[in-house]
């Protein structure tokens, strides 16, 4: 069992462009959760999917920001324009059906210049 | 608006030291509590959690109680190692559909040899 796993590990943008981020849960879970931690932060709620669809979408900023999980593939977090404000260690967590608790995945570090 | 906030930033113990974390919600609608450690440069590793019909609960080395009249969870951990020097994080989860879990903003325990 692999884990949930994210990637990249560290991304570097410049403002402007785009950053997707990609989480593939751990096997037999269908619920992806997505949260920003600044640094000396805790973890920020940002959506919550389960396959094709968006359960809970409140923690998420109105503009640039969007997720998906299809039906085939990982989950990907999309941030269109970056801007400096949005560095930050994005995680990913996903949890099996019926089951409260969520494993992590290690996490990407974007880094926006 | 919902909160998990935490007494004490910072804790600093002796190895061999009991520890105690504490944490404050404010939803008392919550119904299940989880703590996570989470190491530099890693995500939140999963130590123990409660539901809201426990008082309290036990595993290797880590007791985790609740106290629902005053809204208060805190993490015991017996002769403390300094392998446990992480940051803590309290984290409920709300009620109703949305599965998101809420985090406090962390606790750093440092384990003096």
């Known amino acids: 069992n692999a884990g949930v796993m994210q990637n990249p590990r560290h991304l570097v943008r410049r403002r402007g462009q785009e950053a997707r981020l990609r989480c593939s849960p751990m096997k037999g879970h269908s619920h992806v959760y997505w949260y920003r931690q600044l640094p000396e932060e805790g973890l920020k709620f940002m959506v919550y999917?389960?396959?094709?669809?968006?359960?809970?979408e409140s923690g998420m900023p109105k503009e640039r920001f969007s997720a998906e999980f299809p039906k085939e593939g990982p989950s990907i977090l999309r941030i269109q324009q970056v801007v400096r404000g949005d560095s930050a260690a994005y995680f990913c967590a996903s949890s099996p059906p019926g089951r409260n608790g969520y494993t992590f995945g290690s996490g990407t570090r974007l880094t926006v210049v | 608006g919902e909160s998990v906030g935490l007494h004490l930033p910072t804790l600093s113990v002796q190895e061999g030291d009991n520890s105690i974390i504490n944490c404050a919600y404010s939803n008392s609608a919550s119904d299940y509590f989880i703590w996570y450690k989470q190491e530099s440069g890693k995500g939140p590793q999963f130590i123990i959690d409660?539901?809201?019909?426990?008082d309290k609960r036990q595993g290797q080395r880590v007791t985790v109680l609740l106290n629902k009249t005053v809204k208060h969870l805190s993490l015991q951990i017996a002769a403390t190692q300094p392998g446990d020097s992480a940051v803590y994080f309290c984290a409920e989860k709300g009620g109703g559909a949305t599965n998101k879990l809420i985090f406090g903003t962390g606790t750093l325990l440092a384990v003096q040899p």
């Open positions: 999917l389960q396959k094709e669809n968006i359960i809970d």
């Open positions: 409660i539901r809201s019909n426990m």
